[in-house]
């Protein structure tokens, strides 16, 4: 009998021990954070990467409408696709500098982070926490742009569109990953449910996104 229960107690801590490892804890107690694999790390990479290539060419478009006013940069296709026209909006300032700055700021955390899970490289608890924070501002912010851009400036904007795309995975991706390795809590079925089904929210947030600039413009694109 005593041999059975030291089995069974030997078999359950083999069964912490592999699941700590799976979430990047010590299982001796000792933190070292938690990784995130190899695909998470590339799309981090690729949406840090479409953010910031936007945000780059926006404000090297700023510099030149600030040289010369009548400037048209080369995304200004149509009245409808007009980044110049939200360049010149007051909503590209809003916090009293051109908005792109924000990208060039915090869309390199994104591409390092992943350039580090990539490498092998695993993250604290509050460093997670903070990333998915300021993605969660990040889609906050661009959620509040895409509703000017499309009923008060009445202009879309490609770079923008970009920029929007790349956040909207991020934020998506960095929150099933804290979800799935229990860095924020939730029921067993939502961390099951995410970890099937990660790429239904960003389909679904990114075609309704797609969709309201489709039937904005419904007379534009089909006339």
């Known amino acids: 009998m005593a041999t059975a229960v030291a089995g069974r107690d030997s078999a359950g801590k083999e069964e912490d021990a592999r699941a700590a490892h799976a979430r990047g804890a010590d299982p001796e107690g000792g933190a070292r954070g938690y990784g995130g694999g190899r695909a998470l790390g590339a799309l981090l990479v690729v949406a840090g990467f479409m953010g910031l290539l936007a945000a780059w060419v926006i404000t090297l478009d700023e510099f030149h409408l600030l040289k010369d006013p009548n400037f048209t940069p080369g995304c200004s296709l149509n009245p ?48 997670w926490l903070g990333l998915n924070a300021g993605t969660l501002f990040g889609v906050g ?30 934020f998506c991706y960095v929150t099933v990953h804290n979800v799935k390795n229990g860095v924020i809590a939730a029921p067993a079925g939502l961390r099951t449910a995410l970890g099937e089904f990660h790429w239904l929210v960003p389909l679904v947030w990114l075609g309704g996104i797609g969709m309201l600039i489709l039937t904005r413009w419904w007379d534009f694109w089909t006339g």
């Open 80 to 127: 409808v696709v007009s980044c110049g026209s939200v360049m010149k909006s007051a909503q590209a300032s809003v916090f009293g500098f051109p908005n792109p700055m924000l990208g060039l700021a915090t869309y390199p955390v994104v591409v390092a982070t992943g350039a580090g899970l990539l490498a092998g490289a695993r993250y604290g608890r509050w460093y």
């Open 141 to 170: 912010f661009c959620s509040w742009l895409q509703f000017q851009s499309l009923y008060e400036i009445n202009a879309l904007c490609l770079w923008c569109c970009l920029a929007w795309t790349g956040t909207t995975l991020a």
